[in-house]
């Protein structure tokens, strides 16, 4: 479903990933931890094709996401849900154009069909009353959220978190939490989730991926991440936990 082998990607003389490579499974929820700065926003945005590799190869349902066309890339794009680490709302659009956006640009949906479907979405994360408001209305765990119901509101088959719980309240944390694996478990979407929760990580995820100096160190479900005889695995995890 999604497959990476030997990814490189440098900006000057900063080598970010140096020969990355993994495959994540139809159905199959990854999820990606690593130390700050190692470049994990940056896988994703491989994935989704807004950065490309110097070289490598990086396909997701079998195609070669660098060498897409503009037509094929929307197509993909369409099935592929995208939390940006930082929201990354439009200000001059409301919360409701905002998760709107991107059914008007990959559908021909009607207005009816539009409004149900972004009530939808809002429902999930709790925001049903935030519909008018603009982005610089709203806390930074709102936007976040907002961020997120634009990421699923085309019923995406794969969807990529950036940080999903980061800036949030131990109680909406958790319940962000819940329903990425509802989506994941009722609906069998494909993920790959980037944390620095534990928490979120072992919820979520069939296996985490630690992520440092490039490469990964090791993938594997939670409970053998926390018995991994891997010096630096059990430094990480010990620290992070
Ligand atoms: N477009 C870019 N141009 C130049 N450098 C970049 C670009 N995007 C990322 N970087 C650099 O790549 C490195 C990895 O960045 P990235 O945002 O992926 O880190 P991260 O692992 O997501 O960190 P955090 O946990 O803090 O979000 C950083 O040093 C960053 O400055
Ligand atoms: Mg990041």
Redesign the pocket.
Known sequence: MIHLKDVHKS?GS?H?LDGLSFDVAEGESLVIM??????????LKHIIGL?NPDSGVIEVEGLSVPDLDARSMRGLRRNMGYLF?HAALINWLSVFENIALPLRETTSMSEAEIKEKVGEVLALVHLETANEKFPSELSGGMQKRVGLARALVTDPGIILYD?PEAGLDPEMSHSISRMMLELHQELNTTSVT?T?SWRCARMVADRVALFEKGKLVIAAPPAEILSSPIPRVQEFFNIEK
């Open positions: 900006f900063q970010v690593g130390p700050s700065g190692a470049g994990k926003s940056v896988i950065l680490q940080e980037v620095h």
